[in-house]
């Protein structure tokens, strides 16, 4: 079985042979010009030799498959750690879906007495539908602008007050990929206050370091299908050490382990740790698949300080070659008020015809997506910059085709 060793550094990545392309190969990477890292970059070949293997110990161990599983979900645990600055691996849960893992801890609010929930108008959709439906049931949901990001933490603080169970804001929002800034400050105002904070890390991890730094009792939510490069089925939830929220919607997998908090007579008891948040029987291939990719991660140097220098580099390579392109601002533009440092791993363009771009480029090639009028573009490190250049010139001739037909 092939194994990588060797670190690779930023410029082998920019070059026309880029160093990782060869180990992506049977997404076909160096043949395709795949712009779709804000949502689903490729998997490295070395994540088939886990999900095969996932197969071959089910077939070979039947139940006893489930300790070489645990191990499995053990090195989850370690890789997400390594990306949540600050976290131990025992303080994270893991859950097939960062819905999951929320539904888990809003059903341990004190939601009877605190009715109030803090969020922003940017968040993502796990968020933003959960949350609204939670209103119609009668919680009040307070929504604070997200733009400017910058202050967005800020405004979240303000609107927290005794009232409020919990506030919820992302590291950096899906939509505009601008970084959220003032999270310390939220973080402190819910102290204050005596309400929980969670941070939805989704967006910026290995794209934006994040750290704990400020946010020691933070609850914070993540997962691999977007720049980790994990697939779907992994996610996790960070809480802190002396975590004791006894979440009403619970799995039997919970009841493993050493139990705390007994009460007596027919209470539910949990366990210390990632149990805590267990659900039940799970499909354990996601583990498999995501234990080889964060060690082939390790080898490859692929750190969160190096993939947020490459994605920085990307991202100003397709915002000036954007500009220069100089295309009518209202067929298509780029908020300029935000500076590049401020931005995730995605660049995002506005358009009312973003729908028709996103086909336009298609049939040239170039993938990516849009949601409503917002194209995004979103590189990834396994594309050298001639890529990217070829996908420019792809948005010029698919802007082109959109001014003469108008």
Not at 24 to 41: C, K, M, N, P
Not at 384 to 391: I, N
Request: aromatic content about 8%; proline content about 4%.
């Amino acid at each position: 079985m092939k194994r990588v060793q060797s670190a690779v550094t930023p410029e082998e990545l920019y070059a026309d042979a880029n160093a990782l392309a060869p180990d992506y190969g049977r997404f076909r990477v160096a043949e395709r010009l795949l712009l779709t890292g804000h949502s689903h970059q490729a998997w490295p070949d070395r994540g088939f030799e886990g999900q095969e293997r996932a197969w071959l110990d089910a077939a070979a161990f039947l139940d006893e498959k489930w300790e070489r599983a645990y191990e499995r979900a053990d090195r989850v645990r370690d890789g997400f750690a390594r990306l949540v600055a600050g976290a131990k691996s025992r303080e994270i849960a893991l859950g097939a879906s960062t819905h999951d893992l929320v539904v888990r801890f809003l059903s341990a609010l004190p939601l009877g007495e605190r009715r109030r929930l803090v969020t922003t108008d940017g968040e993502f959709h796990t968020l933003r539908r959960q949350l609204s439906r939670l209103e119609e049931e009668g919680m009040e949901v307070v929504r604070v602008a997200s733009h400017p990001a910058a202050s967005a933490g800020l405004r979240v603080a303000e609107a927290v007050d005794d009232r409020t169970a919990a506030a919820f804001v992302s590291a950096v929002f899906f939509k505009t990929a601008h970084i959220a800034g003032g999270l310390g400050e939220a973080a402190r105002a819910c102290r204050e206050r005596g309400a929980l904070f969670l941070v939805d890390a989704y967006h910026a991890l290995d794209a934006v370091p994040f750290s704990l730094e400020g946010l020691e009792d933070a609850y914070v939510v993540g997962g691999g299908y977007k720049y980790c490069q994990l697939g779907e089925g992994n996610a996790f939830l960070r809480f802190p050490e002396d975590c004791r929220l006894r979440p009403v919607v619970t799995g039997w997998f919970a009841e493993f382990g050493a139990l705390s908090g007994a009460g007596g007579g027919d209470r539910v008891t949990y366990p210390k740790g990632p149990g805590r948040f267990a659900g039940s029987t799970y499909d354990p291939t996601s583990h498999y698949r995501a234990a080889e990719v964060f060690a082939y991660f390790e080898e490859r140097g692929l750190t969160p300080s190096l993939l947020r220098e490459v994605s920085r580099h990307q991202v100003e390579l397709l915002a000036r070659g954007f500009d220069a392109l100089d295309v009518a601002p209202d067929l298509v533009d780029r908020d300029r008020d935000v500076p590049l440092e401020r931005v995730g791993g995605f660049l995002t363009l506005a358009s009312p015809r973003a729908a028709e771009l996103v086909h336009l480029l298609r049939e040239r090639g170039v993938r990516t997506d849009q949601r409503a009028d917002r194209l995004r573009l979103g590189p990834a490190p396994y594309l050298s910059d001639g890529q990217l250049r070829d996908a420019l010139t792809a948005m010029e001739e698919s802007v082109r085709a959109l001014e003469a037909a108008l």
